[in-house]
């Protein structure tokens, strides 16, 4: 996969009874991504009831139950394989996590559907390197339920046989992971347990060496999921500490300096992801009041709104992403009329809104490029 598909994704938009549960996730897939897709594989972090609201519990509790559970999954299937890694990621597809939790991926007019990665309960989030289809990251645990713990591993393949594990640090799961644009990093959110909060899990943005074996991750700020910059130079990421009242969109350095916020809207703002040049980022916010698709530019000013669902209740616009020429962009919608939930494709104008996809899913999504850029991010 290229660089990100987020399949974990967002746990944001769920803080609900304690724990961050994954905005049906979040991402995602926590997180697909333009060059070498990474996928976040099951829910992100903590948070305690103090961040729980309406939309929040309803968006997670019935739309993922309700929506993922029963909508048609394979609606608009018109093909099915299994997918493998060990080949650069397709073109001009767009990448999700579907409610099983596997890694699929469609055309932009919804045909052709076909599954990237079977994941299973042993694993947890994945990314696939941009500079080498023949290495993958991914969370792995011999032991999956609900206390389980997770590291991070490099092989050839998603498989624990012949592995390296990377970290020495475990996770209870994933909202995003995606290999920089040259291979050498893989940048990720992990969700852990909080010492003082047994009950809470605290998700975090860690970036490792994508070759160096046992490593300690060390968290750079409090994140939900994450994205890399096409230039390799800035991580873009949604900021939901354990105490705050919503959640912001954050940025700083591929080193970790120089952090700096992009938002500070009324309402929740998260999901963010740049375009296949690094000028526009799509995000998710509550700042009109619902769940709806925005952009701005890469410095967070210009702010425009994409979508206007004008549901006080049922729907939930999440996860987005550019095409390659900037001119659409992809959403995800969680809705309780199963029938509506899926993958919507807009102007990023904010015009000519068309529905490609339905059926359960995650909220993280990815559109790969189109052969004329190359995918850094990773599929989740």
């Known amino acids: 996969m290229a660089s990100h598909v987020q399949t974990g994704m967002r746990n944001l938009v769920v803080r609900n009874l304690g724990?961050?549960?994954?905005?049906?996730?979040?991402?995602?897939?926590?997180?697909?991504?333009?060059?070498?897709?990474?996928?976040?594989?099951?829910?992100?972090?903590?948070?305690?009831?103090?961040?729980?609201?309406?939309?929040?519990?309803?968006?997670?509790?019935?739309?993922?139950?309700?929506?993922?559970?029963?909508?048609?999954t394979n609606a608009t299937t018109t093909s099915e394989t299994t997918g493998s890694t060990g080949t650069t990621l397709p073109t001009d597809r767009v990448f999700f996590t579907d409610g099983g939790g596997d890694i699929r991926h469609v055309s932009p007019t919804g045909t052709d559907e076909q599954t990237y990665i079977a994941a299973g309960a042993n694993f947890k989030g994945f990314a696939q390197s941009p500079t080498n289809p023949n290495k993958v990251v991914f969370g792995y645990t011999a032991t999956p339920g609900p206390n389980a713990d997770y590291q991070v591993y490099t092989n050839t393949i998603v498989s624990f046989a012949g592995a390296t594990r990377l970290t020495i640090t475990s996770f209870k799961n994933f909202g995003s992971m995606q290999f920089t644009p040259d291979g050498l990093q893989v940048v990720f959110t992990g969700g852990r347990t909080n010492p003082s909060e047994p009950t809470e899990i605290n998700s975090k943005l860690y970036i490792i060496s994508s070759t160096t074996a046992s490593q300690t991750a060390v968290a750079k700020d409090d994140a939900e999921d994450a994205f890399v910059a096409p230039t390799g130079q800035k991580i873009v990421y949604t900021h939901f500490p354990i105490g705050a009242s919503s959640a912001n969109i954050r940025i700083m350095d591929i080193d970790g300096t120089n952090l700096a916020a992009l938002t500070s809207a009324q309402g929740d703002n998260f999901l963010p992801q740049y375009d296949k040049n690094g000028s526009k980022i799509c995000f998710s916010s509550t700042r009109s009041g619902q769940y709806e698709i925005w952009t701005m530019d890469s410095n967070g000013s210009s702010p425009v709104k994409l979508t206007s669902t004008n549901s006080s209740t049922s729907d939930r616009n999440y996860g987005s992403s550019f095409n390659d020429a900037g001119t659409q962009v992809v959403f995800t919608r969680i809705t309780l009329i199963p029938s509506e939930t899926g993958i919507y494709k807009i102007s990023s104008t904010g015009t000519g809104q068309t529905f490609i996809r339905p059926g359960s899913l995650l909220p993280g999504i990815f559109w790969t490029p189109d052969g004329t850029l190359t995918p850094s991010r990773s599929v989740s």
């Open 19 to 72: 724990e961050h549960r994954p905005l049906l996730v979040i991402l995602s897939i926590a997180a697909l991504f333009a060059g070498l897709l990474g996928c976040g594989g099951g829910g992100g972090g903590g948070g305690g009831t103090t961040n729980t609201t309406n939309a929040t519990t309803n968006a997670t509790t019935n739309a993922t139950t309700n929506a993922t559970t029963n909508a048609t």
